[in-house]
């Protein structure tokens, strides 16, 4: 009941994939849906990859939406991919990672900026 009340509320949902280890490559995939009234215009996130112990061995930071042609704004009840591709100079020692996202910054129609903690849901396929 408590997650219905939750996506009742509009807001930016992200799921995040499962992170596919292939050598000095991590691969996760974030699926975006604005259900929000107004368009984003821009919204930056970051992912950390953590190790079955917790500690991050990994991390990136993008623009996910807005800022090119290649990622445009994100209209109300449309949705969009963006794939993390996160590398470290050696070869992951385990494929047992969890990916962890947050978004530092999004920006609405008419250049308002979301409340982060309420106009933002993110949830994992893992």
Not at 21 to 39: F, W
Not at 59 to 79: D, M
């Amino acid at each position: 009941m408590l997650v219905c009340s939750l996506l009742a509320k509009a807001q930016l949902i992200a799921t995040v994939s499962s992170p596919k280890v292939t050598g000095q490559k991590t691969v996760v995939m974030l699926a975006i849906t604005n259900n929000l009234s107004e368009k984003v215009e821009s919204a930056r996130a970051v992912i950390f990859l953590l190790n079955d112990q917790g500690i991050m061995v990994g991390q990136s930071t993008k623009w996910v939406i807005g800022g090119t042609r290649a990622r445009p704004a994100l209209e109300p009840k449309n949705g969009t991919t963006f794939t993390f591709v996160i590398t470290s100079p050696q070869p992951f020692t385990t494929t047992n990672l969890t990916a962890k996202v947050s978004f530092s910054r999004v920006i609405l129609e008419g250049e308002k900026t979301a409340d982060l903690k309420t106009d933002v849901l993110i949830q994992n396929t893992q």
